[in-house]
């Protein structure tokens, strides 16, 4: 019988070793949550298009946006865990659970296998060119002597940007009051136009209006400076020793993924993200190629849920 079960046990671990070697050996579906075009698609397709290369099996983008990512999320949840269906995601996976409570039908963590962290990258501290502030620390003074609260935009309730604002308020002690609106487009006009005062916003939409000078970026939020604007200090450097928002993307797989497969996606992902082709693609796009292990991914998307559940509690931010 021992002999019997010992054969059985070798037998399961030489059929997981020959998927490892022989995956993929047709096409896979990588889900995202977003709509077409936006920079968690680019970056997908971009993986994709070289994961094909490398692999030798077509990596297909397969676009379900909704409800932040959770229609994407969900179908990949309930999909079979045989590596051929995968999902691309951005941060505020981790910051669903603590938005959309009642409305969540899979578990962000329980539910999903981390790949590799694929990319990460600031948002920028923009303010009008006409405001009379040029750094974070006259903000921050120019707020506290207004009668009334400044007011500032993002391109929606519980998205980082707005969430990165009320790490802000908490970190400076500022009252300021949001403004959201769909998208980062018009909140990018009104800002602009000075009808409000400040706005964490993501480096491809920023960037543009830094350049001609029509916005003035006094800080990212990332531990780092960015490539993409080297001259613009990090909050930490502003002064704010403990403050620090990344925006990141991610691959991940449904729950229960074969190690093998697992191991050779994420070494095949690191593999491209050392490209200086793909670096440089990232670069423009305002975020910095960032591999991991599958350890490390899923401890920073851990991380991540408990950081936001406070800010996103202490905000009163809701999407339910």
Do not use: C
Request: net charge positive; no cysteine.
């Amino acid at each position: 019988m021992i002999k019997v079960l010992a054969i059985g046990i070798a037998l399961t671990f030489a059929s997981a070793g020959t998927h490892a070697q022989t995956y993929p050996e047709k096409p896979v579906r990588l889900v995202v949550g977003f709509a077409a075009g936006g920079p968690v698609d680019n970056l997908a397709r971009l993986v994709s298009r070289r994961l094909s290369e490398l692999l030798g099996q077509q990596f297909v983008v397969d676009n379900r946006a909704g409800a932040s990512g959770m229609i994407g999320a969900q179908a990949v949840a309930h999909s079979a865990p045989d590596g051929y269906t995968l999902l691309m995601v951005p941060s505020t996976h981790a910051v669903n659970p603590s938005l959309y409570k009642s409305k969540m039908a899979f578990d962000t963590e329980r539910d999903f296998t981390p790949v590799s962290l694929v990319a990460e990258g600031p948002f920028v501290l923009v303010v009008p060119a006409k405001l009379p502030v040029k750094s974070v620390a006259e903000l921050v003074a120019y707020a506290k002597k207004q009668p009334q609260p400044l007011s500032y935009a993002s391109a929606g309730v519980g998205g980082l940007p707005h969430l990165a604002a009320e790490l802000f308020k908490t970190a400076t002690g500022i009252q300021a009051t949001h403004i959201p609106y769909k998208g980062a487009a018009p909140a990018t006009v009104d800002l602009l136009a000075g009808q409000v005062s400040f706005m964490f916003d993501n480096m491809l939409s920023a960037i543009p209006s830094v350049r001609d000078a029509r916005l003035r970026a006094l800080a990212v939020t990332t531990a780092k400076r960015s490539a993409a604007l080297p001259d613009v200090p990090t909050m930490q450097e502003a002064g704010f020793k403990d403050y620090e928002v990344s925006g990141w993307y991610a691959l991940l797989g449904p729950a229960g993924m074969d190690a093998g497969v697992v191991n050779k996606l994420n070494s095949t992902v690191n593999r491209i993200l050392r490209e200086p082709d793909v670096i440089k693609k990232l670069q423009i796009d305002g975020v910095e190629a960032q591999g991991s292990t599958p350890q490390a991914l899923e401890a920073l998307i851990h991380r991540d849920i408990a950081k936001w559940a406070a800010v996103v509690k202490a905000s009163g931010a809701t999407a339910d």
